[in-house]
Nanobody
Framework: QVQLAESGGGLVQAGGSLRLSCAVS????????MGWFRQAPGKEREYVAG????????SSADSVKGRFTMSRDDAKNTVYLQMNSLKPEDTAVYYC?????????????????WGQGTQVTVSS
């Protein structure tokens, strides 16, 4: 059974950085587009960043472009989201997601598997 486990969330001041990790267990993430989504209180879950299933390309939402970077470590079967220059509006629960043979912009409706989420809080 494939499972996704996020870690690395926490409380940080505006302008600070965090790195989220998503460890994939049960199989490798080959054949899966990996993505990051977030959900703030009272809002819908939104796309943040994604990596094509081949690993050849990444994309990100306009709201985080230039600040957030997604990467992966095949040897550790782990994907990362490096978040820099954090803003209070980045506060949300961040979810790791896997979409079978998806693109780097796979949306929530296409996701096959979700992690449990990790809280990121940015104070002003």
């Amino acid at each position: 059974q494939v499972q996704l486990a996020e870690s690395g969330g926490g409380l940080v001041q505006a302008g600070g950085s965090l790195r989220l990790s998503c460890a994939v267990s049960g199989r490798t993430f080959r054949g899966y587009a990996m993505g990051w989504f977030r959900q703030a209180p009272g809002k819908e879950r939104e796309y943040v960043a994604g990596m094509h299933w081949s690993g050849a390309s990444t994309s990100s939402a306009d709201s985080v472009k230039g600040r957030f970077t997604m990467s992966r470590d095949d040897a550790k079967n782990t994907v990362y989201l490096q978040m820099n220059s954090l803003k209070p509006e980045d506060t949300a629960v961040y979810y790791c997601a896997a979409t079978e043979y998806g693109s780097s912009r796979a949306q929530a409706s296409e996701v096959n598997l979700w992690g449990q989420g990790t809280q990121v809080t940015v104070s002003s």
